[in-house]
């Protein structure tokens, strides 16, 4: 392994640098966007019944926010419920664009090596394939096997380049994918939560 990384010169070191950041980036991601910790399947009910046995207070509501990130999205809008349905949405809204936002983090760094690593590596076989035809000056082009031994350390870097943006681009686009799911799964129990509050029903009752 330290031969190849010595073969590929001094663009390795980026390249592996950017591996790292990948990997940690991956396994922070993989952690945190737990969907049973994003959004718990029961939460709605629970929220649900504790409304309506009235036991939802100020502090009940701080600790539901703290709890997840559909609690931290269901507390914004039940604290507006009374101000009326807009504004209840409103609220919801500007909660979910933080939750995204929280969970997009590191991204967009993910997506840069996946998109730079292959870079990074066309550019050391550039250097490299450089170097060949500087020897080829020197030395004639009849030492095969000296052609052969450039050309090879040459590609080492694209293939190191490919080896880390490949699966940097599959990990992206799982991890968006992931969120998009987490995503539609809190729009559907807010919306729930909305129209539970703010029922047609409810309106008719109190008229």
Not at 94 to 111: F, K, P
Request: hydrophobic share 50%.
């Amino acid at each position: 392994m330290l031969e190849l990384v010595k073969a590929g010169g001094w663009l390795m070191i980026p390249i592996i640098l950017s591996s790292v950041v990948a990997v940690a980036i991956c396994l922070e991601r993989l952690w945190t966007l737990n969907r049973s910790k994003l959004a718990p399947r029961d939460l709605l009910g629970e929220v649900w019944n504790s409304i309506q046995a009235g036991r939802l207070d100020s502090d009940a509501i701080k600790r539901l926010r703290r709890e997840s990130a559909l609690g931290l999205i269901l507390a914004a809008g039940i604290s507006n419920s009374h101000a009326g349905r807009d504004i209840m949405k409103e609220s919801i809204e500007e909660a979910a664009s933080y939750v995204i936002h929280d969970m997009e983090r590191y991204l967009n760094t993910l997506g840069t090596i996946a998109s730079v690593a292959p870079l990074l590596g066309l550019l050391g076989t550039v250097i490299g394939m450089i170097t060949v035809f500087s020897d080829i000056m020197i030395h004639g082009a009849g030492n095969a096997a000296l052609l052969a031994g450039g050309i090879s350390e040459a590609l080492i870097t694209t293939a190191s380049g490919l080896t880390v943006a490949i699966p940097a681009l599959i990990m992206h686009r799982y991890f968006h994918r992931k969120i998009d799911t987490v995503v539609v799964t809190m729009e559907q129990e807010a919306t729930k939560l909305v129209d539970a509050l703010h029922s047609e029903r409810d309106v008719k009752v109190q008229a």
